[in-house]
Every structure is written in structure tokens, then in C-alpha cells.
């Protein structure tokens, strides 16, 4: 049996739509190995019927290696909230593909487990941080991961309902007013500098998105509320956490805020691995 972890993801980060993404230490866990039929514990038995993302990525590596498709036994333990903006659908892709590698001698590099889940979830600012962990940033499908101050502080305000990423993303306009990506580009530079240095007082600018954030927000129920809640406790950043419904606090200080949706996490550096 061989036990591995994938860890949860928060893409965009505001200003950077579809390039910036960051793990956290919230994990899915899974028990592997190779058995004479499929069988699965701890998955949402809805899921395996209609989309069984695990098997996906799985089978995925099989036909990239040519190699031939032998059934596992797989138990989840599921810690990622399933509600939308963590990433929990990549995990089980990048679970799926990891387990073949692991099972087959760690054939897989990190960067071919990565082409191969951006081929199946399409989005890789949600992918390439469960694999290379910290905070990536992806450029035509090439990935630069960044260290960044450990001085951070990092919540997570979870909902209780599921923002489909493909509806999100049909309230984002088509054409982005040069203005807007002068802004995101002038603003996403200044806040990966704060983020690697610790600068607080610049962290601000990742809430500078004119793309998506704008249009986005008025999915998520009692946003505007729970901004406001963040920022008056002592948060310096509050964002959509990939496409919602989950939101993102970002902080130089540990935030007291009396919710029951509301967890301190930090960030995981290392993505997928053995445990």
C-alpha cells in the first residue's frame, strides 16, 4: 500500500486570472495499490458514475507510457472542500496521475505529471500548484514556482454552495480594455515582490484586478460582507479563491474572526508527495 497526499490550491490570486496559483495545507489522502478489480473508498459515489477524475488522470498517464491499464484499489481521504475555489477536482487528476508513477518507480517527472493534468483540467493555475506546491506562476504552460515570505498569514472563508468554473467564466467580458491589463500587469508585479519580500504595505495591489474578480463577486453570496469583515479584522488582502465560491485572506497577522466557515491555513511547499 503506498499513502500520498495532494494538497488543496487557490488559483488567480486577484490581479494574476489563470497564472497565479498557490497550494495549501489542506489535503486530500490516498492509499494505493494495484488489485484484480477497481474499487474505491471515501469518493462521492456520484462522482465515480459521472466523472471519475481519479481514473481519468490514471488512465491518462497509462496511455502516455503505453502501458497497460491494471485496476486499483484506492481510498480517499477527502480534507479539500469539494464546494468550488480549492481545487479539489485537480487534486483527484493529479492523484490519479501521480498514482501510476508511484506504482511504476516515480516514472513521471513532475513536469510530465503537469502536461498531462493541464490536458484533462485545462486550467493551470489550479494544477501546477498541487504538483510543485508553493506559489507558481505559469506562463504558455511553462511553470516558475516562488518562494515567498513564511511571515504570511493565510484564511480561507468557505460557502456551502458550488460556483460551476465554466458559468464564471462566461460573466467575464471578452475584451479587456488595455487600461485594465496595463493595471494588472503594473499590479501583479508589485504584489509578487511583496509577497517574496514581506513588503504589507504593497500586498494591497492583489486586489487591483479589473478582469474577472469585478464580475465574478456578484456570484458569491454576502462577498461585500465578508470583505468588509476580513479587512475591519486586520486582513490586507480579500479574494476570490479561484473561481469561488471559497474566498482568500491574506495577512501579516494570525485574524480572530468569529466564523464558523473561517480556517487559518498556510502554505504547503512542496506539492503532491508521499506521506
Known sequence: MIKFKVPATSANLGIGFDCLGIALNL?????????????YD?????GLKTNNLFLKGYKKAVKYKKDKLIPLNVKLKANIPTTGGLGSSSSLIVAGIYAYSVLNNNCLSKDEIFRLALS????????????????????NSNVYKYNISNKWHFGIFLKDYLINTE???KVIKKEININDAVNNISSAIIALDALKEYKPENIHFLMNDKIHEPYRKKLIKNYTKYKRMAIENGALAFLISGSGSTCLSIS??????NLPNFKEVKIDKYGVRNV
Not at 489535503?27 to 474499487?39: A, C, D, L, M, T
Not at 483540467?121 to 505559469?138: Q, S, T
Not at 501579516?252 to 474572526?257: H, Q
Request: one cysteine or more; charged letters at 25%; aromatic letters at 12%.
Open 252 to 257: 501579516d497577522k494570525a485574524l480572530n474572526i
Open 167 to 169: 458559468e464564471a467564466r
Open 120 to 139: 484533462i483540467e485545462g486550467h493551470p493555475d489550479n494544477v501546477a500548484p498541487a504538483i510543485y506546491g508553493g506559489l507558481c506562476v505559469i506562463n
Open 27 to 39: 489535503y486530500n489522502y490516498f492509499e494505493i495499490e494495484k488489485s484484480g478489480k477497481w474499487q
Open 42 to 46: 471515501g469518493f462521492l459515489k456520484e
